[in-house]
């Protein structure tokens, strides 16, 4: 029996109606504002939005997978998870930008926090897609708000550089993505990721086997320039640069979540028939390993020469982004290994991450340049902002008793647990060389003499961003457990299973 839209039971994507429902709502309050007011309110209204889509993630959890709308939208274990990673995510870089109150984009302050809501609605929408078309429109919608708001500053030249190179990039990665999406639509006759997986099935060992593995090949390309793996991460330092923080901050925890999101939803459902074929382990693995070890090694190594903060962040993200495709890169025969040492890494540099974007902010904007020597005798200046960073930044480098280190730990574990020592020495090795940038600042801060004896002004808001940050690395670091108990709890085998259709009874 044919079903239209409204014989579904949408309470199950409560999360995104909240966010598309205010996304609509606060750009017609843009429009009636007077000029003159100011348009924080907005950015008041589009966090609550997401604190409230997050409560509704949080009541969904423990529920049975739903699949609606044509079997294209999944809710399930794993799509659930990655929407809290995003919407926390999001609700932080709302708080950076109440915080920091760029006068750059004082005029179009209310577009910036839609944006950012529609930027978070594509990345919420790549998580729960089973269906090629909905994934490449979830891409998309989260690629052109994410342009836009790379360039929102658009007095700056360096914004504009920033943005052009994105868009550039961005459209060359999405041409690839498509393009391996036509060979697997070729291929199957269909975009539904799980029909498209009994197809593969069903011509594994044919003549079209190697148009399967093109296909993947063609999309691991265009995955890459979203996630900035070494050889694609060109845009990213860039991009970093020219941005405005909390705009770094997001595309650094909320579009690479979402993208990694994606390689999982595709890799693990539309190609796992290839992952019973020997040729796996031949060719795609060790394609994910080069990949994983370049990103690495390009990424820490680069970082050494970098001077200026946000690049330095940008370098740091892409070898980080290497440490994420290892468990890619040594997936065996039960691929939800992978899942408790990635997420657990994920809500890991979460935190860290946008805990160190929130202080650079702030000490940047204080000393009026980008520069890592804005960090100079900010121990004496700032103790407190300066003990932070330093949690943050050996969190990242991965030392014991934070979220950085056990994240790494368990990477590690996972890769030595599958055989690959000689990927597990290059995270070890790369970590180690990662110590020395990271540690430039700490020198920086305790070592330098400070240009100022005045404290770095930091608003009441961006105090609580950062002592959340704090309280998320150190809970991490001290108390892992409960956090990898409730992943491995979680019911991943749910989403290659065709799951009922959300109608009510």
Known sequence: MEQILLDFDLRVMAPELVIVSAAALLSIIDLLLKESRSRKVIGWFGLAA??????????????????????????????????????????????????????????????YYYLLLTALLGAMVMVSSADLITLFVGLELLSLSSYILVGIRKEQGEANEAAWKYVVLGGVSSAFILYGMSFAYGLAGSTNLFEISQRFAEGMGGSGQLFIYLSLFLMMVGFGFKVAFAPFHMWAPDVYQGASTPIAAFLAIVSKTAAFAFIIRVLLVAYSPLMSDASWMEVVSWML??????????????????????????????????????????????????????????????????????????????????GISAFAGLSRRSPWLAAAMTLFLISLAGLPLTAGFFGKFYLITSTLFNNQEWLAAVMILTTIVSYYYYFGIVRQMYFRPPYSDQKVPVPWLATVAILLGVGGTIGLGLFPEPLLAFIGELDWTSMLSIASNGAPQ
């Open 50 to 111: 997401v604190v409230l889509a997050g409560v509704f993630v949080t009541m969904a959890f423990g529920h049975e997978p739903y699949q609606i709308l044509a079997d294209t939208y999944r809710i399930d274990s794993f799509s659930l998870m990655f929407k809290a990673i995003l919407l926390a995510g999001t609700a932080g870089v709302f708080l950076l930008s109440l915080a920091s109150g760029q006068e750059e984009w004082k005029s179009r302050e209310g577009e």
């Open 289 to 370: 390993m080069i990949v994983a070890a370049l990103s690495m090694i390009l990424g820490n190594t680069i970082a050494l020469r970098q001077t200026n903060a946000k690049r330095l962040m940008a370098y740091s993200s892409i070898a980080q982004a290497g440490y994420l495709v290892v468990p890619f890169a040594t997936i065996g025969l039960v691929p939800f290994d992978l899942f408790p040492s990635m997420l657990f890494y994920l809500v890991a540099y979460l935190f860290m991450t946008f805990g160190a974007f929130v202080v650079i902010e702030f000490v940047t904007k204080d000393r009026g340049h980008g």
